[in-house]
């Protein structure tokens, strides 16, 4: 969930909600990107955003938490990031399709689970992109069921302060 004064947001979250109830659609968006439209075309583009900095010899970093990693698409794009040099370290709960640390695949992937007495869901999605770093969260798994055929929004996580304690919680996960 996200509370927010971000007028940006704000407009955005009132479209979903038009879209929904069939009264409009508007003609951009501002910050939240949205499932089943283009939450999966966004990732994929961002997997990729690293996949080129490393090829460019810059640094590259994904951390991804999540409770399923089973999208075909979006694991073939870490695959490809991970042979390019992207360092990609995943937590996730539950289902993982990825396998991780494969010679001249995925030796660059590690993924974690952490279960136990408090357990929690959060979707984080972290993006080096070059020192200019993204973070999102989202309610949406990577998975076709949630990039396909259900209403999920990803948003960014602009306010400094939030940002390090997200940080730091993905620090301590991993």
């Known amino acids: 969930g996200i509370m927010t004064c971000d007028a940006a947001i704000g407009s955005d979250a009132s479209a979903v909600f ?34 080129n900095n490393a090829l460019a010899g810059k640094e590259a970093r994904i951390i991804a938490k ?22 990609i370290d995943l937590i996730v709960r539950g289902i993982c399709c990825l396998k ?7 030796e660059n992937i590690h993924v974690r689970s952490i279960i136990g007495r408090f357990l929690e869901h959060s979707r984080i ?9 993204n973070l999102y969260l989202s309610s949406a798994d990577w998975m076709p069921r949630n990039l396909d055929r259900r209403i999920e929004i990803m948003f960014p996580i602009d306010d400094a302060e939030i940002r390090s304690k997200i940080m730091d919680i993905l620090e301590v996960q991993l």
């Open 18 to 51: 038009n879209m929904l109830s069939g009264y409009s659609e508007p003609p951009s968006w501002n910050k939240l990107v949205l499932a089943p439209l283009w939450l999966r075309k966004k990732l994929i583009s961002l997997i990729e955003n690293e996949k």
């Open 100 to 106: 991780a640390g494969l010679k001249d695949l995925s």
């Open 66 to 87: 999540m409770n399923s990693l089973v999208d075909p698409q979006v694991i073939a794009a870490l695959y490809e990031a991970s042979k390019a040099g992207v360092k």
């Open 125 to 133: 999605f972290y993006f080096y992109n070059d020192r200019r770093e």
